[in-house]
């Protein structure tokens, strides 16, 4: 009797009836008390959208031009493939993929990255002079927006007029029944742009016809050899594609091509 009243004694304080209620009101002010500190400490930023009265014109001038930026900006890939040298580029690169016959290799996206760091190459000094032609001097003040669309669009026509073909130019002023014009500030973007998107694919498609020829002379020869050897069943791509891989390294295929296409637009 001794041994069990001593050891209800010093039975903890959770066994007992009494002491659960206490253990749990401590952890309740526990918990509250850890919640409110993270409450004070966090502060969390909140978005707000809405119209308000602008002070002077101005300010009205500049959220048209922030909303005219931002839909610029959503269209920039289409800017990059319609005004630049990209198509050119990435189609001869799909065509050289084609006629070495390699399916996965190299993949699309390396493609479409040299691609992309070639057209910057390119037209790094078109970039450079409407820089310091348009955007300096709007960044500056000294001119609006609109002169500087019209001094910023110059290069570039400068650009796409040098790359287009005058019957490519002929056909859409045809189409959009316009006069003929008696100087290149008398054709409209909207006329030079798409002459010159069917000059680059046209350029394009010749340069991937004269990739394709060695490659064929390749694809012929193994064919014939395979048929006189009597190898019907072994098809002729599984052999050529190792000897087109050679003569491609053994000519340094990437220095000639790339080398061609960039002094193709006079760089």
Request: positive net charge; hydrophobic residues 55%; proline residues 6%.
């Amino acid at each position: 009797m001794k041994i069990s009243r001593l050891f209800r004694q010093t039975t903890p304080l959770a066994r007992r009836p009494v002491g659960r209620p206490i253990l749990a009101g401590l952890v309740a002010v526990l918990v509250a008390g850890l919640l409110t500190a993270e409450a004070h400490a966090l502060t969390l930023p909140t978005l707000q959208i809405g119209l308000a009265e602008a002070d002077n014109p101005q300010k009205m001038s500049t959220l048209i031009e922030i909303l005219l930026l931002f839909t610029v900006l959503s269209v920039a890939p289409a800017i990059l493939l319609m005004t630049t040298c990209f198509t050119r580029l990435l189609v001869t690169f799909s065509f050289l993929k084609q006629a070495m016959g390699t399916q996965q290799q190299p993949p699309a996206q390396v493609l479409v990255g040299l691609s992309l760091f070639l057209t910057l190459f390119i037209m790094a000094p078109v970039f450079t002079k409407i820089n310091d032609i348009a955007i300096k001097p709007y960044m500056a003040e000294q001119i609006s927006a609109e002169q500087a669309f019209n001094e910023g669009i110059k290069p570039l026509r400068a650009f796409m007029f040098a790359q287009t073909r005058e019957k490519d130019l002929a056909l859409f002023l045809n189409l959009a029944h316009q006069a003929k014009p008696q100087n290149r500030d008398e054709v409209s973007t909207v006329v030079l742009v798409p002459a010159f998107m069917i000059s680059e694919l046209k350029t394009a498609f010749q340069i991937g016809f004269v990739l394709f020829l060695p490659f064929l002379v390749v694809d012929m020869v193994v064919s014939s050899v395979l048929l006189s050897m009597g190898m019907m069943m072994l098809p002729p791509v599984m052999i050529s594609l190792p000897f087109k891989l050679l003569l491609f390294v053994l000519v340094d295929g990437w220095y000639l091509i790339v080398g061609s296409l960039v002094k193709s637009f006079g760089v």
